[in-house]
């Protein structure tokens, strides 16, 4: 049996041929491809395979992301988390390029304080970078 990618390039030149003892011959791709025959990158690239955030599937090239971390390549942080490791948890906001975006009515970088509605005579200081006081009129 020939090896995939075949004779004049097992493997796709991206990986290790393997003779079976049932006769059933197989690629070990190297590190960031995969498939029968190594033709694929892993989502994230081959230099760095699931964004170094998770595991590659030998048979697809999908990643499976760590806890955290989201996207095909596991480019992003997971809903709810925030930060450059994605190892922050974002309270009452939405996740966005790294960053924590509070929902109206909370503050602080992790969105954790609930804002005073001021009783009708001034404005939050809210958002990410507010403190989440009154700003009186």
């Known amino acids: 049996a020939e090896c995939p990618g075949g004779a004049n390039r097992p493997c796709g030149g991206r990986g290790t041929c393997f003779d079976g003892i049932s006769g059933n011959v197989t690629c070990s791709c190297d590190h960031g491809y ?9 989502a994230g690239g081959a230099t760095n395979p699931c964004s170094g955030h998770g595991q590659c599937s030998a048979l697809d090239g999908a990643c499976a992301c760590d806890p955290q971390w989201d996207g095909s390549g596991c480019e992003n942080c997971r809903w ?9 948890r974002c309270h009452n906001g939405a996740t966005a390029q790294r960053s924590c975006v509070c929902f109206e009515g909370f503050a602080l970088a992790d969105c954790s304080r609930s804002c005073d509605f001021c009783s009708g005579h001034g404005i939050c200081n809210e958002t990410a970078s507010g403190d989440g006081r009154c700003l009186c009129d």
């Open 34 to 42: 995969a498939g029968p025959a190594c033709g694929r990158a892993c």
């Open 80 to 88: 709810g988390w925030y930060g450059q490791d994605c190892s922050l």
